[in-house]
């Protein structure tokens, strides 16, 4: 079955960056962009952008452009979301999404979500 | 940017009882609608694509309807599994947005 496992929690201070993994498996890793999406305690969903595992393009939200680096690394069918900058309202868990088989801009599965406390 | 609105912002029913969410957008998304059930301490799950699609393995008592700006989530007879936040989501325009949410409780 289509599985996406993140890396742990992070802690970081004010201004450092802060590296999210997610794994893929079950499928062609290839086949389907992968988006991040984050959700602030007690809060809603924030998209930040989608990469293309294919050819490693990507888009990012506006809000995010500047600060935000997506990557992959199809050996071993890993996604990455580099946030660097960091400050307090980063504070959020951090979800990895597949885009769904039905259409694009759909997100199915999700990954477990990666905590990232930003705290001095 | 699409801003999506959902109401009520919390639901308390009984269990059996039909729920009724909506969503509504700023501007027109057609049928580029999706909703995601987010269960306490989970990871949001997608229920309803295309704004009346159900996703693989969604029970038949949800169901979605509307296009354009309107849009509706039905739950035909809530269930104590069925405690959970409710999220809508366009994909008509970049960024992609989420609404606010709706929190169905049981009473």
């Known amino acids: 079955q289509v599985q996406l496992v993140q890396s742990g929690a992070e802690v970081k201070k004010p201004g450092a960056s802060v590296k999210v993994s997610c794994e893929a498996s079950?499928?062609?890793?290839?086949?389907?962009?992968m988006h991040w999406v984050r959700q602030a305690p007690g809060q809603g969903l924030e998209w930040m952008g989608r990469?293309?595992?294919?050819?490693?393009?990507?888009n990012y939200a506006q809000k995010f452009q500047g600060r935000v680096t997506m990557t992959r690394d199809t050996s071993i069918s890993t996604a990455y979301m580099e946030l660097s900058g960091l400050r307090s309202d980063d504070t959020a868990v951090y979800y990895c999404?597949?885009?769904?088989?039905?259409?694009?801009?759909?997100?199915?599965?999700w990954g477990q979500g990666t905590l990232v406390t930003v705290s001095s | 940017e699409i801003v999506l609105t959902q109401s009520p912002a919390t639901l308390s029913l009984s269990p059996g009882e039909r729920a009724t969410l909506s969503c509504r957008a700023s501007q027109s998304v057609s049928s580029y609608l999706a909703w995601y059930q987010q269960k306490p301490g989970q990871a949001p799950r997608l229920l309803i694509y295309d704004a009346s699609n159900r996703a693989t393995g969604i029970p038949a008592s949800f169901s979605g309807s509307g296009s354009g700006t309107d849009f509706t989530l039905t739950i035909t007879s809530l269930e104590p599994e069925d405690v959970a936040v409710y999220y809508c989501?366009?994909?008509?325009?970049?960024?992609?947005?989420f609404g606010g949410g709706t929190k169905v409780e049981i009473k």
């Open positions: 989501q366009q994909r008509r325009n970049w960024p992609l947005t």
């Open positions: 999404a597949r885009k769904s088989s039905y259409s694009d801009n759909w997100f199915d599965p």
């Open positions: 079950g499928y062609t890793f290839t086949d389907f962009y």
């Open positions: 990469i293309n595992p294919n050819n490693g393009g990507t």
